[in-house]
């Protein structure tokens, strides 16, 4: 049980990095909702996909970083939908839904909105941080599998995603099935990204038809 007014460890060095964290201070002043955006701004400066792009998902969207930035960046013309399990406040330009974006219907209402394939689907999912790296390698590569098959049924030819991971062992053979349905597929770790974390983003641009 944990005493009343203290914190474990863990928390007190989670909460001293965040308080010393440049992104986070970063992120306060510039008015976004958390670090998480500085990571979608820079993967777009070295791979210029939202701009490119004018139907566009995001899944596992909150607290809602990437959705401003893909808000931000996009043109104005440009359609988006956004799910995730928690509630998210609203943003310009983008259609929010609140559920588990692997079930059929939720599927079917992100694409409705859009009213045509999408050219471009990222994902920051992941899952609660446990303190056991490989349990949480296994279940983030369960999320973004999944992402990736609902992304290899509905994107644009020409399409990109992009999706997070941690590193762990099953990324590479990810990466090679990935390979085999775009042009060009890399593994990208932002500056904004802290250097002890395992998280790393894979980006694959150049959809072609599934093999």
């Known amino acids: ?3 009343k007014g203290k914190r474990s460890l863990s928390s007190r060095r989670w ?3 965040q308080l010393q964290d ?4 970063r992120a306060q002043r510039e008015g976004y909702r958390c670090r998480a955006a500085f990571k979608l701004m820079e993967i777009d400066d070295k791979f210029r996909l939202i701009k490119n792009a004018k139907y566009m998902i995001d899944l596992g969207a909150a607290p809602g970083g990437w959705c401003q930035v893909l808000s931000q960046r996009s043109s104005a013309d440009a359609k988006i939908s956004a799910i995730d399990l928690l509630q998210l406040e609203a943003f310009d330009k983008i259609q929010l839904f609140r559920g588990d974006f692997k079930e059929e219907d939720n599927q079917r209402a992100l694409l409705n909105y859009l009213g045509q394939k ?10 609660p941080t446990i303190g056991h790296a490989k349990t ?7 999320l973004v599998e999944n992402a990736y098959v609902f992304t290899a049924n509905v994107l ?3 399409g990109s995603f992009v999706a997070k991971i941690f590193q762990g ?6 990466l090679e099935l990935l390979q085999k349905n775009f042009r060009e597929v890399c593994f990208f770790k932002p500056k904004s990204s802290r250097n002890l974390s395992a998280e790393i983003y894979i980006v694959a641009t150049g959809f072609k038809k599934c093999n």
């Open 169 to 174: 062992g099953r990324e590479k053979s990810f």
């Open 22 to 25: 440049p992104y986070v201070k």
């Open 15 to 17: 909460l001293d990095r």
């Open 118 to 127: 999408p050219d471009l689907i990222v994902s920051d999912m992941a899952p």
């Open 156 to 158: 644009q030819i020409n």
């Open 136 to 142: 949480e390698h296994i279940q983030i590569m369960e």
């Open 1 to 3: 049980m944990r005493i």
